[in-house]
């Protein structure tokens, strides 16, 4: 899909159930947001996915230089204000993620959390960096494909199906858009105010990174308190395409919930399913007689089930669907069904639930369900 943002129309991919946590993911320089094609998908059971095409590259508008870090930041900031996200986990790799930190000095307050992928804190020599700029704009981006390739993906890599979409990528990207890009590089240096950033972090780094080697990840990470590091062997400067697992196995475990915050972890889920107004409303009817239950269930179903991110936030809401019609709770069915409209669930969805409903649990449970369904349906309709 398409939006206008920050004067221009960006091209944006969106996956994972819209009341899902954010995560937006950033690609690096002379690629598109196709590089994050595996982890995202991976990771779109738990979260909603927003990757972007960033200025000049993809299909986003290609505007005249020069382009700055904190500009880019800026269209990332415009297209999630956009798409109504208040608050995101922030992915970038390269360029991405020297974006994901200027996203963080801009408004720390709506980053949940970085996950910076072979990036730093700045990418030297900025002379390079504009020499490349100059020969972008005189002979396109064919002129420096081979140099920029074998620091992309190990040798190893190079011959590739996935190796030769990276080629595509890059003599697809504009020569304007590359270069006042390259040229953002050239001038970031990020180093004074991503070292006053509170906030969890990750740093992953392949081994064989030429770009940004080990020792720049190394310096990122003790810029940022608490962060931790993930050296990738074997992965050079694009790992996401070369190692797509590595990487979605880091990000996962990185974004798990700890088991210390899994009441207000909970407690979101419990909102972004079943709505602000029914959990502000059993809050407020909470005493000393069930607090303690209501406490309870937000830690344990919803923050213990329902932030897992195996199964997306559709299939549990059927699943839970199902569970319910079949054991009769019949409140808690038209409760569940009323938070569909939040979880993705058609009403085709629950129709098709019921019918395995009648087979496996038996036709008078289902044939009951299906009427509270169609009587909640209506009234939501309505």
Same mark, same amino acid.
């Not at 920050?6 to 196709?34: C, F, K, Y």
């Not at 995202?40 to 508008?61: K, S, Y």
């Not at 050296?231 to 400067?237: C, Q």
């Given at each position: 899909?398409?939006?206008?943002?920050?004067?221009?129309?960006?091209?944006?991919?969106?996956?994972?159930?819209?009341?899902?946590?954010?995560?937006?993911?950033?690609?690096?320089?002379?690629?598109?947001?196709?590089?994050?094609?595996?982890?995202?998908?991976?990771?779109?059971?738990?979260?909603?996915?927003?990757?972007?095409?960033?200025?000049?590259?993809?299909?986003?508008?290609?505007?005249? /230089?020069?382009?700055?870090? *904190?500009?880019?930041? +800026?269209? %990332?900031? !415009? &297209?999630? =204000? #956009?798409?109504?996200? @208040? $608050?995101?986990?922030?992915?970038?790799?390269?360029?991405?993620?020297?974006?994901?930190?200027?996203?963080?000095?801009?408004?720390?307050?709506?980053?949940?959390?970085?996950?910076?992928?072979?990036?730093?804190?700045?990418?030297?020599?900025?002379?390079?960096?504009?020499?490349?700029?100059?020969?972008?704009?005189?002979?396109?981006?064919?002129?420096?494909?081979?140099?920029?390739?074998?620091?992309?993906?190990?040798?190893?890599?190079?011959?590739?199906?996935?190796?030769?979409?990276?080629?595509?990528?890059?003599?697809?990207?504009?020569?304007?858009?590359?270069?006042?890009?390259?040229?953002?590089?050239?001038?970031?240096?990020?180093?004074?105010?991503?070292?006053?950033?509170?906030?969890?972090?990750?740093?992953?780094? /392949?081994?064989?990174?030429? *770009?940004?080697?080990? +020792?720049? %990840?190394? !310096? &990122?990470? =003790? #810029?940022?308190?608490? @962060? $931790?590091?993930?050296?990738?062997?074997?992965?050079?400067?694009?790992?996401?395409?070369?190692?797509?697992?590595?990487?979605?196995?880091?990000?996962?475990?990185?974004?798990?919930?700890?088991?210390?915050?899994?009441?207000?972890?909970?407690?979101?889920?419990?909102?972004?399913?079943?709505?602000?107004?029914?959990?502000?409303?059993?809050?407020?009817?909470?005493?000393?007689?069930?607090?303690?239950?209501?406490?309870?269930?937000?830690?344990?179903?919803?923050?213990?089930?329902?932030?897992?991110?195996?199964?997306?936030?559709?299939?549990?809401?059927?699943?839970?669907?199902?569970?319910?019609?079949?054991?009769?709770?019949?409140?808690?069915?038209?409760?569940?069904?009323?938070?569909?409209?939040?979880?993705?669930?058609?009403?085709?969805?629950?129709?098709?639930?019921?019918?395995?409903?009648?087979?496996?649990?038996?036709?008078?449970?289902?044939?009951?369900?299906?009427?509270?369904?169609?009587?909640?349906?209506?009234?939501?309709?309505?």
């Amino acid at each position: 899909m398409f939006l206008r943002a920050n004067g221009i129309a960006i091209h944006v991919r969106q996956d994972g159930p819209p009341g899902a946590p954010a995560l937006l993911m950033l690609h690096s320089l002379g690629t598109t947001a196709a590089i994050w094609d595996a982890p995202a998908a991976a990771l779109a059971t738990g979260f909603r996915i927003i990757r972007p095409d960033l200025r000049g590259h993809g299909l986003t508008e290609a505007t005249q /230089g020069p382009y700055t870090i *904190a500009g880019l930041a +800026a269209d %990332a900031w !415009a &297209l999630l =204000d #956009a798409l109504g996200i @208040a $608050r995101a986990h922030v992915a970038g790799i390269s360029i991405g993620g020297m974006i994901a930190q200027a996203m963080a000095h801009a408004a720390p307050e709506r980053v949940a959390s970085l996950a910076l992928v072979d990036t730093a804190l700045a990418i030297l020599p900025p002379q390079a960096w504009r020499d490349r700029a100059a020969i972008v704009r005189a002979h396109g981006t064919e002129a420096i494909e081979e140099a920029v390739l074998s620091r992309w993906v190990t040798s190893g890599f190079r011959e590739t199906p996935d190796a030769a979409g990276l080629r595509a990528m890059l003599r697809r990207t504009p020569p304007e858009g590359y270069a006042a890009a390259a040229e953002a590089i050239a001038a970031a240096d990020l180093a004074a105010a991503t070292r006053r950033l509170r906030l969890p972090a990750l740093v992953v780094v /392949g081994e064989h990174d030429e *770009a940004t080697p080990v +020792a720049s %990840a190394e !310096a &990122l990470r =003790d #810029a940022i308190p608490g @962060a $931790r590091l993930v050296v990738l062997p074997g992965a050079a400067h694009i790992p996401t395409v070369e190692q797509p697992e590595a990487v979605t196995e880091a990000l996962r475990r990185f974004l798990a919930v700890p088991a210390a915050d899994l009441y207000e972890a909970g407690l979101g889920v419990r909102r972004a399913v079943l709505g602000e107004a029914h959990v502000a409303r059993a809050a407020a009817a909470a005493d000393a007689f069930d607090r303690d239950f209501q406490a309870h269930i937000t830690r344990t179903a919803w923050g213990e089930v329902w932030t897992r991110p195996h199964l997306d936030r559709r299939t549990r809401s059927l699943l839970t669907l199902a569970i319910l019609a079949a054991l009769g709770h019949r409140e808690e069915f038209c409760l569940h069904v009323r938070a569909t409209s939040n979880t993705g669930a058609s009403p085709r969805d629950i129709a098709e639930m019921l019918l395995h409903v009648s087979t496996y649990a038996g036709v008078p449970a289902a044939n009951s369900a299906m009427r509270l369904a169609k009587e909640t349906l209506q009234e939501m309709h309505a």
